[in-house]
């Protein structure tokens, strides 16, 4: 069974910082570009950042360029997601997904395999 799990989420004050991991079991991701989005309450889910296969790319949206950072642990079949300056704006549950391909993507339907989610809630 195929499982990607996030961690990491919690309450932080404005300005404060967090890391989100997302540990994938059952397949060998290392192929495969990882990307995470997020949804707000009333929102539609929004992609946030992604990563190709090696490493050697990545692509944000706009909102959290320069303040979050993906990287992946090949090895460890693992993606993070470093948050730093957070700001209310970026409460929301954050997903991280494994995509069919082997580049970054921007959108859902490019992603094939998904977590559950972890909040994250940033006061002001």
């Known amino acids: 069974q195929v499982q990607l799990v996030e961690s990491g989420g919690g309450l932080v004050q404005a300005g404060g910082s967090l890391r989100l991991s997302c540990a994938a079991s059952g397949r060998n991701f290392s192929r495969n570009g990882m990307g995470w989005f997020r949804q707000a309450p009333g929102k539609e889910r929004e992609f946030v950042a992604a990563i190709n296969w090696s490493g050697d790319s990545t692509y944000y949206t706009r909102p959290v360029r320069g303040r979050f950072t993906i990287s992946r642990d090949k090895a460890k079949n693992a993606v993070y997601l470093q948050m730093n300056n957070l700001k209310p704006e970026d409460t929301a549950v954050y997903y991280c997904?494994?995509?069919?391909?082997?580049?970054?993507?921007?959108?859902?339907?490019?992603?094939?395999?998904w977590g559950q989610g972890t909040q994250v809630t940033v006061s002001s």
């Open positions: 997904a494994a995509a069919y391909g082997v580049e970054w993507y921007s959108i859902p339907p490019e992603y094939g395999y």
